[in-house]
Each structure stands twice: as C-alpha cells, then as structure tokens.
C-alpha cells in the first residue's frame, strides 16, 4: 500500500496533528508492505520540508500559487500528487484545514472516504476503519470499498510519529501554475494574534464556557490562566457565537478535536457537543459554581466556585510559585 500524508506545517515545521496522522499511515504501511511519505503543500518551504524529512520521505510541491491555503488550488495539487504517486490512500489530519481542502481532494479523486478515524485494524488484508458517531456516543467501524481511499484521522485517536534514524529523501513535485483553478481569491485572514500556542497543538488547555460574560473578561481569567500554565485558550461555542472569542478558539464537535494532558473547564456546563471534543484528556480539572454541572461528571478534578472569584485566586498562587 503506497500512502501519502498531507502535512500541515505553519512555514517552519510539521504539526503535531500531522505526526499523529503520519502514526497511523506507518501502521498501514506496516502491515501491508508498503511505504508512507509527506505531501507538503506551500511556498518557500525549505525549513518544513526539512523538519519533515526527520520522519519520512517528503513530497514537495513548491509554489507562489500556493503561498495560502485556496481549497481549489491545494486540493488540484493533491490529487495530481495521488495520480503521480500511485497512491492508494491518503491521509490527513482531521481539523478545519483538512474539512475545506483534503476532503474536496477525495471529491476529485473519485474513491472511498472516511472522516475522524480514531482506531483501525486489518482482518484478512482488509482495512477497517473506526470512527464516532452520535457526539461520540457509538463507535462505527466501517470498510472503504473504491479506490483511491481517502482518510482524516482525529489527532487524539493516535500518538505522534517519532524521528527516523536518519533523515529521508526530500523530491519536488513539478507545479504548473498555469493549469491551476483560479475560481478562488485570497482576500484576507481575520484571526486574533496570540503568542499561545495552538488548541490543537498544546499539552495544556484553558477554556472558558458561557460564565465569562465579556471578551476582556476572557482574557483576564482564561488567558491568564493559560498564560500562567503555559498553555492555550479555548472555549465553547456559546462564546463564540457571542462574538467574545475568534472561531479557532472553540472546542468540541463542530469545533476542535483535543487531547491534552491538562483540560481546564472554567464556568462550562459540558453539554454532549463540548465533551465530544475533549473527552480523550487525560486530565480533567473543573471549575463551575453549578455542583450539578455535567462536566464534573466528566473531571478527574472538581471545584464548585465562582470562576470570578476561583481563578484570579489561582492565577496569582501560580505566579508565586514561579518566583
């Protein structure tokens, strides 16, 4: 089986995300005999490319034409990459990149697809995938009959990838710019600049639930919070469709996928949507003034308070200890 990793990278290095997605690639390439290696898709992308090669082969498609992430122009790349290659499964991280770009790529390629697998196995040479159902209330497990299949992998379902013994082959893949879709502009990118690090990247996570009453209170008590763990924001929808945090904030089945060893729930319920993306913590530590609160039937750690006056509390001690 010859399969193809889409690698997320942000102009510097691989994503974590991606080397869980690169785990589950070497599995399948175990099994059946097979290999697994990076498609990277960019601009000006010599220091990616490089961290990637510590892990697998890499792929390289190079181009001023894909300096942003337009879902026509990348998912053309993907699929000639996938012809070139003979690729018989791709594979990305599940997350919003691979929801706009990897899964119209499957749409060109005209095979088999399956979306946030968490678990796989082989029986008799055949591939069957596991992924949730229902906000993770049931496990389906399924089969992908065509060819090629493609597949995004739910990050916390698989660790990440380790360094090879030595660094692989890098090879350019040739970009004609001329035959590329041009239905799609670049306009703009509205995010909020922050020096945390990414929800789905982070080993510790601070979110904040519909108790936080105002953007400047979220910073204070969330971020202050994060800042002090050395973590990353999150929060649930409810704050994000109040306009208090940016999208790439929110946490849970229309959300972000997450699996840190720290998840800290400040003044949220934990209705079935938000748990569906934070279940798979290893750690759970609560904080609501509602003892009746169904997140603390998920915490492994529970404080009935008022986060207004818990997590300043918390915050300060936390500094402290640092000196």
């Known amino acids: ?87 018989d499964l791709l594979v990305a991280a599940g997350g919003t990149w691979a929801k706009d770009i990897v899964t119209r790529a499957g749409g060109l390629l005209g095979g088999a697809m399956a979306g946030d697998v968490v678990a796989h196995e082989f029986q008799d040479g055949r591939l069957y995938l596991q992924r949730p159902m229902y906000a993770g209330a049931a496990l389906a497990t399924i089969e992908l009959c065509g ?26 893949l040739a970009v004609t710019e ?30 904040g639930g ?4 105002s953007a400047e209170d979220f910073e204070r008590l969330v971020g202050g919070l994060a800042d002090a763990l050395g973590g990353a924001t999150g929060s649930t929808r409810a704050l994000v ?3 208090l945090v940016p999208n790439e904030f929110q946490v849970g089945q229309t959300g972000k996928i997450v699996a840190p060893d720290l998840y800290v729930a400040l003044g949220l319920s934990g209705t079935v949507q938000h748990l569906a993306g934070m279940k798979n913590a ?7 003034r509602d003892s009746d609160a169904p997140i603390f039937a998920a915490a492994d750690h ?3 308070a008022d986060i207004y006056e818990a997590v300043p509390e918390l915050i300060a001690k936390l500094r402290a200890a640092k000196g």
């Open 1 to 87: 089986m010859r399969i193809l990793v889409v690698a997320e990278h942000d102009g510097t290095t691989v994503r974590f995300v991606s080397r869980s997605a690169l785990t589950f690639a070497r599995s399948c390439a175990a099994v059946t005999g097979g290999s697994a290696s990076w498609l990277m898709l960019g601009h000006q992308l010599e220091m990616p490319a490089a961290a990637a090669a510590a892990f697998a082969p890499v792929l390289v498609a190079d181009s001023p034409a894909l300096l942003h992430p337009l879902a026509d122009r990348n998912a053309h790349v993907i699929a000639e990459a996938v012809g070139r290659y003979q690729a």
């Open 147 to 172: 060819t090629p299949q493609v597949v995004t992998v739910r990050p916390s379902g698989y660790g990440l990838a380790e360094p090879g013994p030595a660094p692989a082959e890098i090879t350019r």
């Open 178 to 207: 001329g035959n590329l879709p041009q239905r799609m502009e670049y306009v703009g990118l509205v995010s909020k600049r922050t020096a945390r690090p990414d929800v789905n990247d982070a080993r510790i996570v601070v979110s």
């Open 210 to 213: 519909r108790a936080v009453q």
């Open 241 to 243: 469709d109040a306009g």
């Open 282 to 288: 290893k750690c759970v530590v609560a904080v609501n």
């Open 302 to 304: 529970g404080l009935v």
